[in-house]
Structure formats: structure tokens, C-alpha cells
């Protein structure tokens, strides 16, 4: 599976941004899908995972109420809208993926990588 993940920039406090993963996988729908963030210095860290399906969802508390994830999976494709974005949002955003379920929050549960796209909010 290839992952292609898009949508970085630069932002101000407060501005939207949506990031864009699409996926080269023929089954995508059987590959829960999430995105990972990296700050300088930090290690990577879980932001949100969808199901295949697209109807369970999970955040780590620091997105919950900003950021949504979503699917198409006839595009093959996953999101993340991200809203009120925060200076600490500002990391290299990476989107993953893995077989099976979605109840899983730590990089060693995801085979399947993207290259990563640079989130950038400035205050």
C-alpha cells in the first residue's frame, strides 16, 4: 500500500487546513486509515484513526472538537479537517495505515506510511 499525504501550509491561529491521504491499496475499505504528527524535537504522535468503513472514529484528546477525520473510499482517500488550529498544531502530519480494526493509537501498529506534510501555524 502507498500513501501519498497533501494539504500542508502555512496557517495563522484560528484558520482551517485539510489534509489529504490518498491510498494505492485495491481493498482500501479493509485498511483502517489515521494520521500521526511530529513536532521538532518530539516524537510522533497519534492524532485520529477511521475504521474502514468510515464509521468508527477515534482522537487523541488534542483533537477532539477541533479536527475530524473522514474517508472516501471510492477515491480512496482520507482526511483530516483541522479547525481553530493552535501554534502547538504545528508538526509534520503523516498519514497511516493498517489491516483490520481501528482501536489502535501507537506507530507500531501501522505497516503502511505516507511521506508526511508539513503543518505550519503561525500566532
Known amino acids: 500500500v502507498q500513501l501519498q499525504a497533501s494539504g500542508g501550509g502555512l496557517v495563522q491561529t484560528g484558520d482551517s487546513l485539510r489534509l489529504s491521504c490518498a491510498a494505492s491499496?485495491?481493498?482500501?475499505?479493509?485498511?483502517?486509515m489515521a494520521w500521526f504528527r511530529q513536532a521538532p524535537g518530539k516524537e510522533r504522535e497519534f492524532v485520529a484513526v477511521v475504521s474502514g468503513s468510515g464509521t468508527i472514529t477515534n482522537y487523541a484528546k488534542s483533537a477532539q472538537g477541533r479536527f475530524i477525520i473522514s474517508r472516501d473510499n471510492v477515491k480512496n482517500t482520507v482526511y483530516l479537517q483541522m479547525n481553530s488550529l493552535r501554534p502547538e498544531d504545528t508538526a509534520v502530519y503523516y498519514c497511516?495505515?493498517?489491516?483490520?480494526?481501528?482501536?489502535?493509537?501507537?506507530?507500531?501498529?501501522?505497516?503502511?506510511w505516507g511521506q508526511g506534510t508539513q503543518v505550519t501555524v503561525s500566532s
Open positions: 497511516a495505515g493498517r489491516s483490520g480494526a481501528a482501536h489502535y493509537f501507537t506507530t507500531l501498529d501501522y505497516a503502511y
Open positions: 491499496a485495491r481493498t482500501f475499505s479493509s485498511y483502517s
